[in-house]
């Protein structure tokens, strides 16, 4: 157990790193991907008056892509709404891709939070049971961030390279190893991280097809069950 918390202690989210440009771009001097390339914050906030502005400005974002589609999020209409200048955005944002990008960002992050959390929590409880809360509480967030964590990226495929790695499984995989070494006696598969990966790819394609369509007509609780037993027996079968 010492060594499983010690790993799941490092299993933080990658936010630190910078994502690195994709092969092909152009350089960040051309102009016609500058708006692409530079899509780093300029600063992060760090005094509580800052990060207020710049939580404002991702909120602002969000409803104006929601409600409205990308090309009306200009910078001036996302300070507008947030209330604060376009010259305090350009502080923090050299454009509107950047806000896109940390808009992900921080989505994941807080979702992936929200997973070890209550993985570290469920270390100790049976398997099943524990996979069946650990599934609700996937299809809460998904469906809660649908657009942000789905669907954004339709709306700016421009970004599509740069945010990759930004998934709430690539945040949590540490986590989620050591969830199922934690219960290895109950577990049959001889390769646990291939058996990881596909469980994961399968979740997250399942759970996306069951908010959008439902195909099915299964009940969330039916649902939640299936995709469990489906965890669990390829798992331990």
Known sequence: MARLAERIQK?????????????????????????????????????QRAVITAEALLQAA?????????????TNRIAEVAGVSVGSLYQYFPNKQAIVRALVEETVSRAAARVRENLRNLMDEPLEPALRRIMGLLLEIYRENHFILFRILDDVPELRQYTKSLA???????????????HHAEIRVTDLRTALLLIERATIHNMQ???TDN???????????????????????
């Not at 994709?22 to 914050?41: H, Q």
């Not at 709430?168 to 934690?182: D, G, I, K, R």
């Not at 195909?215 to 079968?237: C, G, H, S």
């Open 11 to 47: 299993s933080g989210s990658p936010m630190t790193s910078r994502i690195p440009t994709p092969p092909g771009a152009a350089p960040k001097g051309d102009a016609r991907t500058a708006e692409v390339s530079d899509i780093d914050r300029r600063k992060s906030p760090k005094q």
């Open 168 to 182: 709430v499984e690539t945040y949590t995989h540490s986590t989620n190893l050591a969830f199922l070494e934690q």
């Open 215 to 237: 195909p099915t007509n299964l009940t969330e609780d039916q649902f939640l069950d299936e995709i469990t037993r489906m965890a669990v027996n390829y798992l331990t079968k």
């Open 62 to 74: 969000e409803q104006i892509i929601v409600r409205e589609g990308f090309k009306n999020a200009t």
């Open 209 to 211: 097809y069951f908010i």
